[in-house]
């Protein structure tokens, strides 16, 4: 099971892990309203989709004023905002988030996911943030590191530094990101995610590191033990077959 966006990153608010602050919006005047709530002088609005490449889409844009933020929304509701992963067909936009704009100085990736051949969960890391991750592994495979965790043991100290430092990030923001980096192995671990994955990861102008996305896949045998993760699901981002699978435990 898959959530968007803005769900995930409460989710991750909840386990400490630095976001910017933003607001749903489902129409025109709740971005307006959400705008005017966050304050500017700069808003990112976000088609909310379940499928990555939304900027290359032209479903993450840059606000500059109240008036901009109404504009965009007013283009993006409703559009068949087509990306990579939805096909040729798209995937219609129903609802945004807007969110304060960031100070943007390196963008890193990093997600957490389970290895099947080593039964082991693995954290991918990357200083090649903002890029769709399997372009970095095809034109620099030396640019991604990987770190296998024991589930009996967990993200050690030395290992959320190992993954700091495999990625650049530099001395005086190390001990924050190995936080943030244990923070979402307990995010992974509690909620029996399948994957977390935050690209890009940013680390501002005072050094600050903050998740500038998130994007969440749900083992759908463990979602018994998690109503609140079940409530999340948008039932308009799925396929009709596979809902009606679902009913019966075959999806």
């Known amino acids: 099971m898959k959530i968007h966006e803005y769900q995930g990153k409460e989710i991750l608010r909840s386990f400490g892990v630095p976001v910017p602050r933003g607001i749903p919006a489902f129409t ?70 807007i969110e304060e704009g960031a100070d943007i100085q ?26 769709d991750i399997e372009e970095v592994a095809h034109s620099h495979p030396e640019k991604i590191i990987k770190v296998f965790v024991d589930p009996l043991k967990g993200l050690t100290d030395a290992q959320a530094k190992e993954l700091a430092d495999g990625i650049g990030i530099p001395a005086d923001s190390t001990a924050q990101a190995a936080d943030v980096f244990k923070k979402l192995y307990k995010c992974y671990m509690d909620t029996d995610a399948s994957l977390v994955e935050i690209n890009p990861l940013n680390r501002d102008g005072k050094g600050n590191i903050i998740a500038l996305d998130a994007k969440f896949n749900f083992d759908s045998n463990a979602l018994f033990r998690h109503p609140e993760i079940v409530a999340l699901r948008d039932l308009d981002e799925e396929d009709p077959a596979e809902i009606e699978a679902s009913k019966f435990d075959l999806a």
Request: hydrophobic content about 35%.
């Open 28 to 97: 025109e005047q709740e971005a307006v309203e959400a705008a005017q709530k966050l304050g500017g002088p700069v808003w990112v609005v976000k088609a909310q989709i379940h499928a990555g490449g939304r900027g290359k889409g032209g479903g993450v844009k840059l606000a500059r004023s109240v008036d901009e933020v109404k504009q965009l929304a007013g283009q993006m509701l409703g559009m068949q905002l087509k990306t990579h992963q939805t096909g040729p067909e798209g995937q219609k936009v129903r609802r945004l988030y």
């Open 106 to 131: 390196k963008e890193y990736y990093v997600s957490v996911v389970t290895d099947r051949a080593t039964q082991k969960v693995a954290f991918i890391a990357s200083s090649e943030g903002g890029m």
